[in-house]
């Protein structure tokens, strides 16, 4: 079975550019996560899809960060503009329901500059 | 606002002796709690969870102990093994697991040869 794919794997940005997360969730899997995991800390839940519906976001910095999962299947993960405070690793995790056990991507790698 | 606690950023332990990793949490809302493990440049990958209606789980050699009325948990690993060494994170979750999950800054467990 493949796991949760993202890409890209690393990425440099200035500040106040834009950037975007691509997530692929297993097969099947109804509910998606973006956390964001700044150097030293755990993961930090950014956002959870239900299918195509947002379930929580409301750890997400909506005035420059947002996430869309429109045929409830891939995601995306938007920052704009990037500050240096959000140079972090972004993972993606998905999960049969959402009483399921969560597997997680192996993630992106921001360095804001 | 830590919700989740691990106070030990690492830890150093002979090959097959028990290690013993600590998480403590502050929401009473947690119903739900998780261990994940994590290698560098992978995302963390799901070990062990318990239920606050049960005090223990166990699952080969791996052991989690819930105590409610200190909100604690631990990790029991015996015997250690060289590939247990990584960073250890403890995860709490609301509704049975049907939140997004709330993690502790992780314990790096080292196991010496």
């Known amino acids: 079975e493949a796991g949760v794919a993202q890409s890209p794997r690393y990425k440099i940005i200035e500040k106040r550019q834009s950037v975007a997360f691509w997530c692929n969730p297993i097969s099947g899997h109804a509910t998606l996560y973006w956390y964001q995991q700044i150097l030293g800390q755990g993961p930090k839940l950014l956002i959870q899809?239900?299918?195509?519906?947002?379930?929580?976001d409301s750890q997400l910095p909506k005035d420059r960060f947002s996430a869309e999962r429109l045929k409830g299947v891939d995601s995306t993960l938007k920052i704009q503009p990037a500050k240096l405070e959000d140079s972090a690793v972004y993972l993606c995790?998905?999960?049969?329901?959402?009483?399921?056990?969560?597997?997680f991507g192996p993630g992106t790698r921001l360095t804001v500059l | 606002d830590q919700q989740v606690k691990q106070n030990s950023p690492s830890l150093s332990v002979q090959e097959g002796r028990i290690s013993i990793l600590n998480c403590d949490y502050t929401n009473s809302m947690f119903d739900y709690f998780l261990w994940y493990k994590k290698y560098p440049a992978e995302g963390p990958t799901f070990l062990i969870s318990i239920s606050s209606i049960k005090d223990k789980n166990e699952d080969g050699r791996f052991t989690v102990f819930l105590n409610k009325s200190a909100k604690h948990l631990s990790l029991h690993i015996v015997p250690s093994q060289p590939g247990d060494s990584a960073v250890y994170f403890c995860a709490a979750s609301a509704l049975g697991g049907a939140d997004g999950l709330t993690f502790g800054k992780g314990t790096h467990l080292i196991i010496q040869p």
């Open positions: 995790a998905s999960s049969l329901d959402r009483i399921d056990e969560q597997f």
């Open positions: 899809f239900q299918n195509n519906g947002v379930v929580d």
